[in-house]
């Protein structure tokens, strides 16, 4: 019963400061050339514990590929409405992705982390791919990835 | 239309399909390497729990152990900050290699599923696959229609090279190609979401897991319990994350493992929908122990390009001999309809030629063969019919099935007809069939404009002279002109020549000749690879020659096929002939024009019913050609009858080669001017039971001669058949007897 309510709290704390300010946050996931089909990738919000918040961009078009994007599907539940309007197609081997935002002011320098899991066909399935903290003295600093990812920016 | 059915989609497809299956075949050697390629434990020695207690030390950071369908266990792991996947040996869980999937398999399978297209490229997989199985049925069920029936399907094939190997190749790799066709389209139809596969129904995560230490993983129950065999995947959980669980795909279901009891959490076991998609993922495939079934369908897949070439072949084949009419209106809005009746598309030029001068004069005009008649022509007053008349009195092959469709013709829509015949009236039933067909129409009721006419070999004046009364029929003048158009001939030289029968006055020769001395270098390097220099043809054919001073062919049946390298006829010199005394006076290295003449009517059938040949003087050509080509043995056996066997007994030094090697059954030979003679027709009848007993077995008889000798053998073989309620008509009409004669 607390657990619920916790939970209700902090969507509220999310959702209520999303409708007063926002500002456009550029995600660039640079791929390695690991010679692989295209890569599935979901860019997502977690908090300070690790727990997922908020989907901020899912690549690939097949749903049945989702649940390889682990962490991400197991926080989002894979409910069609976290994706709705933020998915795009599958990344290529070697190629970047470059995607526009809009993210809360108040998710920024404030403990939450943003997230890319990784999946290849035929290839592994790589949770939490990428981990760097949503600040803005972050802004414009690559992170390494360690599975399909080689860098992830984030610009504001 | 079981044809069009056939050759319609398979036009359009063929290069999908081609490269389907060459992608395909490529793949279906994977399955067998990675079987080499990996050590499979037999069921119930080693758990999950013990390869992953023997993966450990080896690899600390194990994130994921994957057992691929053909038994291959890999694990990725990750090693200071880098991720990497490596081939396991399940017995010492040690490293036997770096695992990289072939970038070569990668690219062939994208090739296979999608062209490189994406789900555009998915969509026309499917839609190939789709094609395939039609091809299939639609194949099956044409070459059972022209073996006549399934239980011929067994036995050897025949027809020309294209024919053959179509048909050989189909009813070998049908089953391959269909079970490939389905299941691939089954799997198209799977990723397109219009049937459920049962795989997208996830384990619920697990709500609630036990606090505690995490125990070893070889201790851990649920992966104890697990074979190895049934791992499909096992997934560690996340080092950071103590409330994280292993989640673990098995063949039987899927669901989570506790860390800290090893109990089994949200197992959610396979339905019957999701091992139906596993099996049949299997079969396509050949995955998962069923390299072998991957192999066949490999070899099946092989075969598609040959059919592809061999069918488009065989449809160019088809399509070169359909005569083209320009302005060809449609059946039911034309105002005339011409039909046609033709053996070999001679009488199409005359056809063409009324054609052009209706559309001239406005008319909207439909041209087709006399097999081709509607049920009803709505708008048509006129129908012409052109026919001439195969043999003694039969319909040509385009008209072969006009009397029956007649009876399905509607009652209200009837032009009224003429019929127009076409022969030679040296011939004792000149123009029968064209008699027959207007005496059909009559006693169905038809009206007739125009009453009968004939015109005999081919002739112009009487051509025109018709088209002025169907010029008074429409109410206009007409001018019917038909031009011989010169035949397209082709040099060839005599390479040899055999004389016999002159002490019997019975001078025939055995005339062989080859292609000309290629001239330009393109035609030498033809062939070099194998081009013979040749038309096509077969014994049994006709080759058309020209004799000087006249404008008419005079045909020869074929005694050899082009694959003999050859061409060779069997001629008897006339007194008067004017062509057979050019041929008799020709030497080893002079040239003739000549053209081709198919007749396939003429010709062994498929199957391995007995064959009958029966033949008398030069009339043995055709019949030594087709026991020459009677390399599968099936039996045959030759009835001939020469003059005395000193002078003109043709072929005898082939035949008894031929008898040697089986190629030839039985040889009858008969002669009449020896002591005791007797014609062939005699030889027949003293044969009769055995004969009888043939026919009764299916056997299909050939008959070539003159047309005393066929009259007689006909007439004998009334009598042979009379005891078993059969007669040589009775025959013709299913196709077993078909006679070349002449004179």
């Known amino acids: 019963m607390n657990k619920i309510m916790l939970s209700l709290c902090l969507a509220g704390a999310i959702a209520l400061p999303g409708l007063a300010q926002a500002r456009p946050v550029t995600l660039t996931t640079q791929l390695k050339s690991y010679g692989g089909n295209g890569a599935y990738l979901a860019i997502y919000l977690t908090n300070s514990t690790g727990q997922y918040q908020k989907t901020l961009w899912v690549s690939g078009k097949k749903t049945k590929h989702y649940k390889n994007l682990r962490d991400w599907a197991r926080g989002s539940g894979l409910k069609p409405a976290e994706v709705d309007g933020v998915s795009g197609a599958s990344v290529g081997s070697g190629r970047a992705l470059k995607v526009t935002v809009d993210i809360a002011d108040a998710l920024i320098d404030a403990g939450y982390e943003i997230r890319v899991d990784s999946a290849v066909e035929d290839g592994r399935d790589n949770p939490a791919d990428v981990r760097t903290p949503l600040t803005t003295l972050g802004a414009g600093k690559p992170a390494t990835g360690r599975g399909y990812v080689q860098s992830f920016i984030y610009d504001m | 239309m079981l044809r069009r059915i056939h050759s319609l989609p398979a036009l359009i497809a063929t290069l999908l399909l081609v490269v389907l299956a060459i992608s395909g075949a490529l793949l279906s050697v994977d399955p067998v390497i990675e079987r080499i390629g990996s050590t499979v434990p037999g069921n119930g020695q080693i758990s999950v729990a013990m390869l992953a207690e023997r993966v450990a030390p080896h690899f600390p950071g194990a994130e994921q152990i994957q057992r691929s369908p053909s038994g291959a266990i890999i694990v990725y792991y990750s090693r200071d900050g880098e991720t990497g996947a490596e081939r396991i040996d399940p017995t010492n869980g040690q490293s036997i290699g770096l695992y990289a999937p072939s970038a070569f398999t990668r690219w062939v399978k994208n090739l296979h599923r999608s062209f490189f297209a994406g789900t555009a490229g998915r969509a026309v997989a499917g839609t190939s696959a789709l094609t395939m199985l039609v091809l299939c049925l639609s194949g099956m069920a044409l070459l059972v229609k022209r073996v006549g029936g399934w239980r011929q399907l067994v036995h050897p094939l025949r027809g020309n090279f294209s024919q053959r190997w179509h048909a050989e190749l189909g009813r070998i790799a049908v089953f391959g190609l269909l079970l ?58 996340s080092p950071e994350n103590p409330d994280d669980v292993y989640s673990l795909r098995t063949a039987h279901g899927d669901g989570y493992v506790d860390q800290a009891t090893g109990a089994l959490l949200s197992w959610q076991a396979h339905d019957g929908v999701h091992r139906a998609h596993e099996l049949i993922y299997q079969l396509h495939t050949g995955q998962g122990g069923l390299w072998w079934l991957a192999l066949l369908l490999g070899l099946s897949a092989l075969s598609v390009p040959l059919m592809g070439a061999t069918g488009v072949t065989m449809w160019w084949q088809r399509r070169r001999l359909r005569p083209r009419i320009a302005n060809n209106s449609g059946s039911q809005s034309a105002d005339s309809v011409i039909l046609v009746g033709s053996e070999s598309n001679s009488t199409w030029g005359f056809a063409t030629a009324l054609h052009d001068a209706l559309h001239e004069a406005g008319q909207r005009v439909h041209t087709a063969p006399m097999n081709q008649l509607a049920t009803q022509y709505r708008q048509a007053k006129h129908l012409f019919i052109l026919t001439s008349t195969y043999a003694d009195g039969d319909a040509p092959s385009s008209a072969n099935r006009f009397l029956a469709r007649l009876d399905k013709f509607s009652e209200s829509h009837r032009p009224s007809f003429a019929v127009l015949g076409f022969g030679d009236r040296q011939f004792p039933k000149f123009c029968q069939f064209a008699r027959d067909t207007q005496a059909a129409l009559l006693a169905r009721g038809w009206q007739q404009s125009l009453d009968l006419d004939t015109i005999d070999r081919q002739s112009s004046q009487e051509f025109s002279h018709w088209g002025r ?179 003109d007994f043709l072929y005898e030094p082939e035949l008894g080669e031929y008898l040697a090697d089986r190629r030839l059954t039985e040889l009858h030979a008969v002669f009449s001017r020896v002591k005791e003679g007797a014609y062939v027709q005699h030889r027949v009848l003293d044969n009769a039971t055995e004969i009888r007993g043939l026919i009764e077995e299916g056997a299909q008889i050939l008959v070539c001669g003159s047309r005393a000798m066929a009259a007689s053998i006909m007439q004998a073989l009334d009598g042979i058949l009379s005891p078993i309620d059969l007669d040589v008509r009775a025959l013709k009409l299913q196709g077993r007897y078909r006679e070349d004669v002449f004179g």
């Not at chain 2, 206009?476 to 030289?493: D, F, G, I, V």
Request: proline share 10%.
């Open chain 2, 180 to 237: 490939s066709a389905l299941t691939g389209l089954y799997m198209s139809a799977a990723t397109f979401g219009l049937i459920s596969d049962g795989t997208r129904d996830e384990p619920d995560f697990p709500s609630a897991t036990t606090a505690g230490p995490a125990k070893s993983i070889g201790t851990l129950p649920a992966l104890q319990r697990t074979d190895l065999n049934d791992l499909r995947e096992l997934v560690y959980p």
């Open chain 2, 469 to 647: 009364a169907v010029g008074r029929l429409l109410g206009r003048e007409l001018t019917l002109t038909y031009t011989h158009k010169p035949p397209h001939t082709q040099a060839l030289e005599l390479i040899r020549r055999i004389d016999y029968g002159t002490q019997v006055q019975a001078p025939t020769s055995i005339l062989r000749f080859g292609p000309i001395a290629p001239k330009s270098r393109f035609a030498r390097i033809a062939r070099r690879i194998g081009f013979n220099g040749l038309p096509r043809f077969e014994a049994g054919d006709l080759v058309g020659i020209v004799p000087p001073g006249s404008p008419v062919p005079r045909f020869y049946s074929l005694a050899s096929g082009s694959k003999d390298g050859f061409l060779e006829i069997c001629v008897r010199k006339h007194p008067q002939g004017l062509c057979s005394g050019m041929l008799h006076d020709l030497q080893p290295g002079q040239r003739i024009d000549a053209f081709i003449q198919p007749n396939p009517g003429f010709r062994p059938a498929s199957g391995k019913a007995p064959v009958i040949l029966i033949g008398a003087g030069a009339g043995i050509g055709p019949l030594a050609g087709f026991i020459r080509n009677n390399t599968g043995k099936y039996p045959m056996y030759l009835y001939w009858g020469g003059r005395d066997p000193a002078s």
